[in-house]
């Protein structure tokens, strides 16, 4: 493979190979059985074949198809565990590795960006295995020229055609979606969508961000951003940065690290806009490390949402009213804010009832974030019998919003998988502006 397969056609009929490919797995296993093979050898069979088949296709299309297997990695936490258990060790590998382009694939692209003579001119080594591999590009470990062990991340040839193309997709797929949502506006953020990510082919723009959030956080004692040395438009060599990847914690980490780094991720998230004017808008785990020294170290800047003055203050007082149990209040809030259309009627008590399961880790000093948890909120608010699911039609997801709750969303599916305990309410009290601490009912014992 040279190259990302890049034509619409030939990754719609990749993708579409998933299903199709279980279900001849299906018929297959069928055989097995009438033949006389356990069901569940037959069973845990077929998930394997089809969990590898998942890594294989989503990880050498990388663009936005791996971006969704990412995403599903990161929220596989609110699944069930009979669906996810199969699949999750193959999606946690989309958060730090993919299918390798060939080494000459990537001399032939450091050759274009940083001259023909790269490899004496710039480093002192470099290794020609990739360290991790993302949805559009790959990292390489090297010595500068200085004597700094340093990270190359390498854009995919064909990743922008490769991007545009999935995220046609999703806009045709959102559009559908809308007629099944009455509350959902879908042009505006399918727009921001196709925005925001079309940035991420910028590494030039990526470096940027990078730089921001280095100034931003250097010399701070919970937090690392590597330096970048040197950028063009599809190459970025930074500072290589060590540590425990918060996926390795995820599959096998101690207490105390899940609960180190819960902390640390969660602070992160809000501290971040405050400080830098930006929100790192890629949550998932391969993004993050515990480093021996206790900090946080963040990579990857490719998305990012611009917030110059920081979240808005309108985030802390739609909290502090849910927690207050002020039902007028938050609805009044949320229309303001565009999370609830003009010509959308809806019952304020019932509003308050759908959230709490929301605000739960906010009613407590400590909460420990865990599967089972996100289940619970996933099953309440997706039972149809229950009153509340009509609110959640109702409710719109405004284009400004878009990447924050997308971070956050994800941000809550990492946190339930790290499983630590963490003061999530003096987090958020500490660091959402807007909110109140005066006004806020006693933690729950």
Known sequence: MNELPRRAVSRTARLASL???????????????VGGKPAEAVAAELQARTAEQLFKVLGELKGGAMKFGQAMSVMEAALPEEMAGPYRATLTKLQEAAPP???????KVLAEELGPRWRTAKFQSFNDTPAAAASIGQVHKAVWRDGREVAVKIQYPGAGKALLSDLNQLARVARLAGGWIPGMDIKPITDELKSRMSEELDYNLEAANQRTFAKAFRGDPHFAVPDVLVNSEHVIVSEWMDGTPLSQIVASGTPEQRNAA???????????????????????????????????????????NRLPQGLPPAMGSLVGAALRSEAPELEKGLRSEGFIKPSMSLDAEALLVYLEPFIEPLTHAE???????????????????????????????????????????????????????????????????????????????
């Open 19 to 33: 299903p199709l490919g279980f279900a001849g797995r299906t018929a297959m296993g069928f055989g097995k059985r």
């Open 101 to 107: 382009l060939p080494a000459a694939t990537v001399h």
């Open 262 to 304: 819960s902390e640390r991720y969660m602070q992160f998230l809000l501290v971040g806009p405050a400080r830098a004017g930006l929100l790192h808008a890629d949550p998932h785990p391969g993004n993050f490390r515990l480093l021996d020294d206790g900090r946080l170290g963040v990579i990857d800047y490719g998305a990012v």
């Open 367 to 445: 909460f420990t974030f865990s599967r089972p948890w996100l289940r619970g909120v996933a099953a309440h608010v997706n039972d149809i019998r229950r009153p509340e699911f009509l609110v959640g039609m109702k409710l719109n997801l405004p284009p400004s919003y878009l990447l924050i709750h997308r971070v956050w969303l994800g941000g809550i599916g990492v946190l339930c998988q790290l499983g630590g305990t963490v003061p999530a309410r003096q987090i958020v009290v500490d660091h959402m502006p807007g909110m109140q601490l005066r006004h806020l009912p006693p933690p729950v014992a």
